[in-house]
């Protein structure tokens, strides 16, 4: 499997911007799918973004489409997570996920998460 550390989480206020990067080591970078996934408090994890391993083709949660870009650099083994015009409904602990072929969008069936970084949105 490849491991997967996250950073770049923290406060910040209503239609502010953060963003999140994900750096990966162990395997080959490159063959995976990547993504991003959110827990909220009390709430179960849920399917935020994802990128293809070549980074051509990306997926959203109706929830952050507009708002949210995915990103990744083979080259640096890392994938981003650009958060525009954040809500406070965007509080929760981000976790990077990897996947091959593909990346569920369900979590029960995702084989590799990073230790999630807690984002949190201010009113």
């Known amino acids: 499997q490849v491991q997967l550390v996250e950073s770049g989480g923290g406060l910040v206020q209503a239609g502010g911007s953060l963003r999140l990067s994900c750096t990966a080591s162990?395997?080959?970078?490159?063959?995976?799918?990547m993504g991003w996934f959110r827990q909220a408090a009390g709430k179960e994890r849920e399917f935020v973004a994802r990128?293809?391993?070549?980074?051509?083709?990306?997926y959203y949660a109706d929830p952050v489409k507009g708002r949210f870009t995915i990103s990744r650099d083979n080259a640096k083994n890392t994938v981003a997570l650009q958060m525009n015009s954040l809500k406070p409904e965007d509080t929760a602990v981000y976790y990077c996920?990897?996947?091959?072929?593909?990346?569920?969008?369900?979590?029960?069936?995702?084989?590799?998460w990073g230790q999630g970084t807690q984002v949190t949105v201010s009113s």
């Open positions: 996920a990897a996947g091959q072929p593909l990346l569920p969008t369900d979590p029960r069936f995702v084989g590799s």
């Open positions: 162990g395997r080959t970078f490159s063959n995976y799918a």
């Open positions: 990128i293809s391993w070549s980074g051509l083709s990306t």
